[in-house]
């Protein structure tokens, strides 16, 4: 068997490789229009998927929201950089010209939308009375709450005026077509990007039943927006009737990309599925459970085995320390492998951000916590302080990608050797 923390990063690799907008996105275009066409886009991948487009199009005319750091040489789509996972006043200014720029389509005009996770924090446009500030105290506490991206993202439609159909509605009744890269389990485009041009069922009932069950502390604002009627906008309604929503490139792809590799190296590959949803160190220690168990039915020849996971873990945050779901599930999954000989992984997010931290994951294997006592640091104690990329990088095992310009979410590897 090859070097197994090479063959995890080969894996993780060609997972974010195949969904490169500059690889896929093409194939998804349908000719370029006649009449009058405007590229509007959101997300950490968006602008990378501008690039794309002009790459099979030429110049185009339109306007693209993405991460700091994220933007792409384009030849007429304008590309703003603004902040995620909290916004700020960039992104709120760039929503506020898009919004602009749509209105001004008519009958025979395009919009072409491209979204991709980060939408969510790049397209700023709070409802009601909400503040700037408030808005980024609501999405703050969001990502501290331990909630599911799909409930955070029902109460990010409610407060907002730009999400949940409010973009496509917005360019009624010019005609629509949304590419989307997902980074959601189930690959619910409405849950991309909190769905700017796919409608939304739910009521404002419904999400502040969410604020309730998972303790989200909100500002007056917020809770008056949600106290009184909602932009979203309800499918069917006339406004999406000139939508189509397109989801070119999601997790179980990468997923099977990689287990192509995997497989092409004479490794057994079980996969467990690309939407798996919650807290990371549960995850983690069932994963471990499940490894171990495997291992013990290998025969001393048998072929080693992958277990590929993907899908959106969270973090439900206890502790001041700096980490993020994939670092905690790489933590956890240390700590409950207690040195289990013959068994690595590697747990990173696609789009080289894990968390808040400009890193994408990390490794681990059955030296992790040998070293970790050699370099004076306490494993249990980051986990209790959600700590885990301060513990890794003191161990040098951290996974740093820079920016990879897609996001189809988690990516999880588990190599199993017989022992």
């Not at 959601?184 to 604020?211: K, Y």
């Amino acid at each position: 068997m090859p070097d197994p923390f090479i063959l995890l990063r080969r894996l993780f690799d060609r997972a974010v490789a195949v969904a490169d907008p500059m690889q896929s996105l093409a194939a998804c275009l349908p000719d370029r229009p006649a009449g009058r066409l405007v590229v509007i886009g959101a997300g950490k991948a968006s602008a990378r998927m501008a690039e794309a487009v002009e790459a099979a199009w030429g110049p185009c005319e339109g306007l693209v929201i993405t991460r700091y750091g994220y933007a792409r040489p384009c030849q007429g789509i304008e590309i703003v950089e603004a902040a995620h996972p909290v916004p700020d006043e960039a992104g709120l200014r760039a929503t506020a010209r898009m919004l602009r720029l749509v209105e001004e389509l008519g009958e025979g005009d395009m919009a072409l939308a491209l979204i991709s996770g980060g939408a969510s924090a790049l397209l700023v446009q709070p409802a009601g009375a909400i503040t700037l500030a408030e808005k980024q105290a609501v999405n703050a506490a969001l990502l501290a709450s331990g909630a599911p991206i799909g409930q955070m993202n029902v109460l990010r439609k409610h407060l907002s005026r730009v999400k949940g159909g409010q973009l496509a509605a917005a360019a009624y009744p010019a005609r629509m077509l949304a590419l989307m890269i997902s980074d959601v389990p189930g690959d619910d485009p409405g849950m991309i990007g909190s769905g700017p041009t796919v409608g939304e069922p739910s009521t404002p009932a419904d999400a502040l039943g969410i604020v309730t069950r998972y303790g989200i502390d909100l500002p007056e604002t917020a809770l008056a927006t949600l106290a009184g009627r909602s932009g979203v906008v309800p499918p069917g309604d006339s406004r999406l009737s000139r939508v189509e929503n397109v989801i070119y490139a999601a997790p179980g792809q990468s997923l099977a990309a990689a287990a192509k590799v995997a497989s092409a190296e004479g490794i057994e590959v079980r996969n467990l599925g690309d939407a798996l949803e919650g807290e990371a160190r549960d995850i983690a220690r069932a994963h471990a459970a499940q490894a171990l168990e495997v291992q013990a039915s290998l025969a001393p020849d048998a072929a080693p085995v992958l277990l590929l996971s993907g899908g959106e873990l969270t973090v439900t945050r206890r502790g001041s320390g700096v980490g993020g779901p994939n670092a905690e599930y790489a933590l956890a999954l240390a700590i409950a492998l207690n040195r289990a000989p013959g068994i690595h992984a590697i747990a990173c997010d696609t789009d080289g951000v894990d968390g808040a931290a400009e890193v994408a994951g990390a490794k681990i294997g059955p030296d992790t916590l040998a070293q970790a006592r050699a370099v004076g640091v306490d494993p249990q104690t980051a986990l209790a302080g959600n700590d885990a990329h301060s513990f890794f990088a003191a161990l040098g095992d951290q996974v740093v990608t820079g920016p990879t310009l897609t996001n189809v979410n988690d990516f999880r590897g588990i190599l199993i050797a017989p022992v």
